[in-house]
């Protein structure tokens, strides 16, 4: 048989080929090769019949159509088709593809519509169900009249009944946690934190056990548990909550980025009570990049600044106070503009506060003056005088006067500080023994010892208390005592004071004498 063109290019000389040889090898396999070797068939009745046939192969080749040399198979015929109506067939095969993915689409927003109805429509039988038993806890109870209801009926009377009532619920998991845990919050805001952590854990237990652990649900109740048993000072025993709620939102297909970013900022939270404050940092930064992405439907801006300020305080624990008061002046302007739009609002008092605190740490009183001072007149101007949070920024704002040496007003005004505070039946423990703390000290500026050791005595005192003897803020206390009491004399006393404070500095690997300010509350 004669020699393919397609192999015979191969020995050809490249200067006489009008393309590469693998271009030339690739343009004469196929319909040109089997057009060839029918031509020059040696049998009269394998070769064309005329040269006109020959010429007509030849014609088929170049328009695109099937060739009587090669062998009509459907294969064959249907790749020549394609070649030859490509532009056409490729506009056919968008269509196609848009109609597909035009279908695909409309299915799966179909099915996400449905996804979403149901969801609703569980939603709004839950809302229901909670409110025919919230309805319920109102009703006359067997053997009740309706004057010992109006009577004797209290909130923990309705509570305990919704409790017993969410017993009945067990067929309906996810009701009965929602009721649960809604009411474990009330007991939160109450502070029965007790039995707040009580009633949250049957909400936890209800959808582990009747609805299963990646219910969308449980990780809400998992952090109010967490956070309850937090509250209490139960940090260690916290943790694992928040941790499994965050895996757990982690895991669910659109997770809760809000729920997500609570979730780490107590864990953060916890972390940095507990002085681990390599593990807390990451978290916290975690947090201000969820909150900035605007996760929140409703004031993200002021979760943005919460974000902002819970990582300040992580910043502070490690002594990098340059960059927390970066990051603590980003939320004083957002706390700023939410405050130009609502007057009442004085949340940018505390960004100054913490700005104030951060540049007395920082052995820098004159800066703090002015975000003291402003803080202190905002609350005071919309809260009133008197109240007891206008008052701790006033005592506040004394302490930065005692740094810079203090001034003739600067007792008369303490002691009309802690007049008010003490004349509340309400009164706060530590916000007065901040207050008797501070003018203790500017009475050490006037050299008036003997009535110094009175007030910080009692000071000391309440904070052995609230904080413990062992405490860095009760040690400085009582260091600062122990100053007054050598100088009226009872150096026993003062000396027990002083080396006991001394032991906890040098204990406290985190703490220094300079950092143990008296604005450490």
Not at 398 to 412: E, M, N, Y
């Amino acid at each position: 048989d004669p020699e393919r063109p397609s192999t015979a290019v191969t020995r050809a000389d490249a200067a006489v080929l009008a393309a590469p040889r693998q271009t030339m090898q690739r343009r004469l396999s196929g319909d040109l090769d089997q057009i060839c070797l029918k031509a020059l068939r040696k049998a009269p009745g394998e070769r064309y019949a005329t040269a006109e046939a020959y010429a007509r192969d030849v014609t088929r080749h170049v328009e695109g159509r099937p060739v009587e040399a090669q062998a009509p198979t459907v294969g064959y015929r249907l790749a020549r088709y394609v070649r030859r109506n490509r532009v056409a067939l490729g506009v056919a095969a968008a269509f196609v593809a848009l109609v597909l993915i035009y279908a695909l689409t409309a299915t799966l927003q179909a099915q996400r519509v449905a996804d979403e109805r149901d969801i609703a429509r569980e939603e709004q039988a839950k809302a229901e169900e909670i409110t025919s038993l919230l309805i319920g806890l109102f009703e006359q109870q067997p053997g009740e009249t309706v004057v010992q209801r109006r009577d004797s009926l209290t909130a923990y009377d309705l509570l305990d009944r919704g409790v017993a009532h969410a017993g009945d619920l067990t067929d309906q998991p996810a009701v009965q946690a929602r009721l649960l845990g809604t009411i474990a919050t009330i007991f939160l805001v109450m502070g029965d934190y007790p039995r707040a952590e009580q009633v949250y854990g049957m909400a936890v237990d209800s959808l582990r056990t009747n609805a299963g652990a990646s219910h969308p649900d449980y990780p809400e109740w998992l952090k109010g548990y967490g956070a309850a048993l937090r509250i209490q000072g139960m940090r260690q025993e916290a943790m694992p909550y928040f941790r499994e709620g965050i895996e757990r939102v982690e895991a669910q297909p659109a997770p809760d980025l809000g729920l997500l970013a609570d979730l780490l900022n107590l864990l953060s939270l916890t972390l940095e009570q507990l002085g681990r404050y390599d593990e807390a940092e990451p978290l916290a930064r975690r947090v201000v990049a969820l909150e900035e992405q605007g996760i929140r439907d409703e004031t993200p801006e002021a979760y943005r600044a919460r974000a902002y300020g819970n990582l300040v305080v992580v910043l502070v624990r490690q002594e990098r106070y340059a960059e927390a008061i970066t990051w603590a002046e980003q939320a004083l302007t957002i706390r700023r503009a939410y405050a130009a739009a609502d007057p009442a609002n004085v949340d940018f008092a505390w960004s100054l506060a913490n700005i104030a605190a951060l540049h007395m740490l920082q052995g820098n009183p004159e800066a703090a003056v002015a975000p003291a001072q402003e803080a202190a007149a905002a609350v005071s101007a919309t809260l009133g005088a008197d109240h007891p949070i206008a008052l701790a920024f006033q005592s506040d704002f004394a302490t930065v006067r005692v740094q810079l040496g203090g001034d003739d007003s600067l007792a008369t005004d303490l002691r009309a500080i802690l007049a008010a505070q003490g004349g509340r039946p309400d009164a706060d423990p530590a916000a007065l023994a901040q207050t008797r703390y501070v003018l203790g000290r500017a009475l050490q500026l006037g050299a008036d010892h003997r009535e110094a050791v009175s007030h910080l005595q009692e000071a000391h005192a309440t904070r052995q208390t609230l904080l413990g003897p062992d405490h860095p803020v009760t040690a400085k206390t009582g260091s600062t005592l122990g100053v007054s009491l050598t100088a009226t004399g009872q150096l026993a006393e003062a000396a027990r004071l002083l080396v006991h404070a001394d032991s906890v500095f040098t204990a406290a690997a985190d703490t220094t004498r300079d950092r143990c300010t008296a604005l450490d509350r």
